[in-house]
Nanobody, 123 residues
């Protein structure tokens, strides 16, 4: 099982980035993928989740700005981030799991984690 997150970088406030999470060793139709982030000095927080059936979930801070999607054929999950703010600065991680819908943002519900990708939003 392997997850590889990419797409981070430096962007000005109001800009956009698209993160990718390339997966191997399992299928998206069988597992869900969560996006998390961790800012310096803060705990890891769940941002968005896409279930094996394609249902999507967002934390309040991501609603209306971020969109999670997937390409089953490519076994890749994306996180399109628009209207970025300086407070979005963090290392972003993708993880695989099968959390129940009410617990999708709990990091301990996930089995495997990829290495993160750094997103820096300048003001």
């Amino acid at each position: 099982v392997q997850l590889q997150a990419s797409g981070g970088g430096l962007v000005q406030a109001g800009g956009s980035l698209r993160l990718s999470c390339a997966l191997s060793g399992f299928r998206l139709v069988d597992y869900g993928i969560g996006w998390f982030r961790q800012a310096p000095g803060k705990e890891r927080e769940g941002i968005s989740y896409i279930r094996s059936n394609g249902a999507t979930y967002y934390t309040d801070s991501a609603k209306g700005r971020f969109t999670i999607s997937r390409d089953v054929a490519e076994n890749t999950v994306y996180l399109q981030m628009n209207m970025l703010k300086p407070e979005d600065t963090a290392i972003y991680y993708c993880a695989v799991g099968r959390p129940v819908a009410s617990a999708w943002s709990a990091s301990n519900m996930y089995y495997y984690w990829g290495k993160g990708t750094l997103v820096t939003v300048s003001s």
